[in-house]
């Protein structure tokens, strides 16, 4: 007859473990004898190296005790279940190793393969890696919302950054990000960065071009807004800019009007916009 912890040790568990598969039942608690003790026979111990055997192969502790009960025409049918499941469970986790693989990528992380080339040029052309910081997270938002949408409009995003005016926007952005500078050359990267945002917008709005697909969406507008100005508080400054220069908005651009006699401004009707 042997003690809990012989019966433990013959068959390769804690005894922790083997008071567990008494509490829930899988394995029968023997009777003390007269000094106190539980002392388990030979069964017990064929009956721990079962369990012992099928809970290292994956089978949960629930299913156990119907297993170790099942003629050998319902144990295979259980087998197959639990070998479904297991199988079901690797691919799981085979997907989840691919996306850790992306997260050590950083770039990769949640965008397609045109949008990690958009980043890299950013940083040809000389962007700070706090801005293309935002722009990653800008372009996971956009993702998110549109995932069949977007490696389509990504020509049309690499073919901007061959404008001067916009690849001088980046860097004066990148400037503001990284500068230690006093408040007066802030505020001048600032004016510049204004200068150069109602230029485009001007030119955009003349040409019909000004917003894309994202602008009609209230919501993705609020959030993609909402996280440039979360990201740098500077960011508000720069909008209050952009208004003085006649503009509001940042990932919907809108022209105001003329100031009326009460120095109100209201908002000139946006034209119609491409997809980009």
Do not use: C
């Amino acid at each position: 007859m042997l003690t809990i912890g012989q019966l433990a040790a013959y068959a390769g568990v804690t005894v922790r473990a083997v008071r567990h598969y008494h509490q829930i039942g899988l394995l029968p608690e023997p009777s003390r004898d007269a000094s106190g003790y539980r002392r388990y026979g030979a069964m017990a111990v064929v009956s721990l190296v079962k369990i012992r055997t099928l809970a290292n192969a994956g089978v949960p502790l629930s299913e156990i005790g119907h297993m170790l009960e099942a003629d050998e025409s319902t144990f295979a049918e259980a087998v197959q279940r639990i070998d479904d499941h297991l199988r079901d469970e690797i691919e799981r986790l085979e997907a989840s190793r691919k996306q850790i693989t992306q997260l050590a990528a950083g770039d990769s992380l949640a965008l397609p393969p045109e949008v990690i080339s958009y980043l890299d040029r950013l940083r040809e052309i000389g962007a700070s890696e706090r801005v293309v910081q935002g722009e990653r997270d800008g372009w996971i938002l956009v993702a998110a919302r549109w995932p069949d949408g977007v490696s389509e409009v990504m020509a049309s995003k690499h073919a901007q950054l061959d404008d001067p005016q916009l690849v001088r926007l980046y860097r004066v952005l990148s400037e503001l990000g990284d500068s230690d500078a006093g408040d007066d050359e802030l505020l001048e990267l600032l004016e510049e960065a204004a200068d150069l945002m109602a230029g485009m917008a001007e030119q955009a709005y003349a040409a019909g071009e000004l917003n894309g697909e994202v602008a009609h969406d209230d919501l993705a507008v609020d959030v993609l807004d909402a996280i440039v100005v979360e990201s740098d508080p500077r960011a508000q400054r720069l909008l209050d800019l952009l208004r003085d220069r006649g503009w509001v908005g940042w990932t919907r651009l809108e022209r105001l009007a003329e100031p009326t006699p009460t120095g109100s401004q209201t908002r000139a009707p946006s034209r119609p916009a491409d997809r980009r």
